[in-house]
């Protein structure tokens, strides 16, 4: 092949692919799906929801670096922005992970209750956000974040600010959010207990979701009867780890879910669970 010849062809061949990387992330932004990816990242949890509209959002980290290697498999290769960030709370199984992707990610915005905590890894992620001059945004009464048309986050708790306060049991200052698109809903519960769910259900809140994250990685302290048949959901996942040392999940609860008709997914089981919503109709990816 001549040079000349063999320069200009490498040259469209460049060019080709600089062009085929917006086309197909223009493409993944107008499938108009939502998907909703419960990460197995062992005994914690970490929630990748992909929007319609092309936003990444990372609700919780896990309890190590795994959902670096978690993220990698479940975004294209190119995408490396995270759009919004959300603690439910500081708790190492769920703030742990976060670190590492603030170190790798181009993080836009973070979502956080404010409270109080001295563990060492949760002040680490503080450090880290505030060496990348990260826009931190305070969650301290119920409030709507717009994805796009008939698309967002529905923040149900906390009802109350716990900024700069300590909590006995920071499960309880757990964010609880509820995903909408179009008619279906996400339940998105973080470690949140049973008295948090008795509050919610006292306030007359809303909760009925087509899709479930179980409370406390399926602990007998969350997941009550009245509240599951409030939320009454089609399907349960539970972010939980083998062989873990806390029992999870909890037989009691395991049953109470099945009474409630839900159609259980466990992340020690079956791995990462993914769900693809189109405002009409949830199915399991």
């Given at each position: 092949?001549?040079?000349?010849?063999?320069?200009?062809?490498?040259?469209?061949?460049?060019?080709?692919?600089?062009?085929?990387?917006?086309?197909?992330?223009?493409?993944?932004?107008?499938?108009?799906?939502?998907?909703?990816?419960?990460?197995?990242?062992?005994?914690?949890?970490?929630?990748?929801?992909?929007?319609?509209?092309?936003?990444?959002?990372?609700?919780?980290?896990?309890?190590?670096?795994?959902?670096?290697?978690?993220?990698?498999?479940?975004?294209?290769?190119?995408?490396?922005?995270?759009?919004?960030?959300?603690?439910?709370?500081?708790?190492?199984?769920?703030?742990?992970?976060?670190?590492?992707?603030?170190?790798?990610?181009?993080?836009?915005?973070?979502?956080?209750?404010?409270?109080?905590?001295d563990a060492p890894n949760y002040?680490?992620?503080?450090?880290?956000?505030?060496?990348?001059?990260?826009?931190?945004?305070?969650?301290?009464?119920?409030?709507?974040?717009?994805?796009?048309?008939?698309?967002?986050?529905?923040?149900?708790?906390?009802?109350?600010?716990?900024?700069?306060?300590?909590?006995?049991?920071?499960?309880?200052?757990?964010?609880?959010?509820?995903?909408?698109?179009?008619?279906?809903?996400?339940?998105?519960?973080?470690?949140?207990?049973?008295?948090?769910?008795?509050?919610?259900?006292i306030a007359g809140v809303n909760?009925?979701?087509?899709?479930?994250?179980?409370?406390?990685?399926?602990?007998?302290?969350s997941s009550s009867e009245e509240?599951?048949?409030?939320?009454?959901?089609?399907?349960?996942?539970?972010?939980?780890?083998?062989?873990?040392?806390?029992?999870?999940?909890?037989?009691?609860?395991?049953?109470?879910?099945?009474?409630?008709?839900?159609?259980?997914?466990?992340?020690?089981?079956?791995?990462?669970?993914?769900?693809?919503?189109?405002?009409?109709?949830?199915?399991?990816?």
């Amino acid at each position: 092949m001549p040079k000349k010849l063999y320069k200009i062809l490498l040259i469209f061949g460049i060019a080709a692919v600089l062009i085929a990387v917006p086309i197909f992330g223009l493409a993944y932004n107008l499938a108009k799906n939502l998907e909703v990816d419960f990460l197995d990242v062992g005994q914690g949890d970490a929630i990748l929801i992909k929007s319609p509209f092309g936003q990444n959002i990372l609700i919780d980290g896990g309890p190590d670096s795994k959902v670096v290697e978690q993220l990698g498999k479940n975004l294209p290769f190119w995408d490396k922005q995270i759009d919004l960030m959300v603690l439910t709370h500081p708790h190492d199984d769920h703030v742990t992970g976060l670190i590492e992707i603030i170190k790798r990610y181009d993080v836009k915005k973070i979502l956080y209750t404010g409270v109080v905590h001295d563990a060492p890894n949760y002040l680490a992620w503080l450090e880290e956000v505030r060496d990348k001059k990260i826009s931190l945004a305070l969650v301290d009464r119920p409030q709507t974040i717009k994805l796009g048309e008939n698309c967002g986050l529905d923040i149900l708790f906390p009802q109350k600010s716990f900024i700069g306060q300590g909590v006995d049991n920071l499960n309880n200052s757990s964010i609880v959010a509820k995903l909408f698109y179009g008619q279906n809903r996400f339940l998105l519960v973080g470690d949140a207990e049973a008295v948090v769910e008795k509050e919610l259900l006292i306030a007359g809140v809303n909760l009925k979701s087509e899709v479930l994250k179980v409370g406390h990685h399926s602990s007998d302290t969350s997941s009550s009867e009245e509240f599951l048949e409030a939320v009454n959901p089609k399907f349960a996942v539970i972010e939980v780890g083998k062989d873990n040392d806390f029992g999870h999940p909890n037989l009691r609860i395991l049953k109470r879910l099945e009474r409630v008709g839900a159609q259980i997914f466990r992340t020690d089981l079956d791995g990462t669970i993914k769900f693809v919503s189109d405002g009409e109709r949830i199915n399991k990816k």
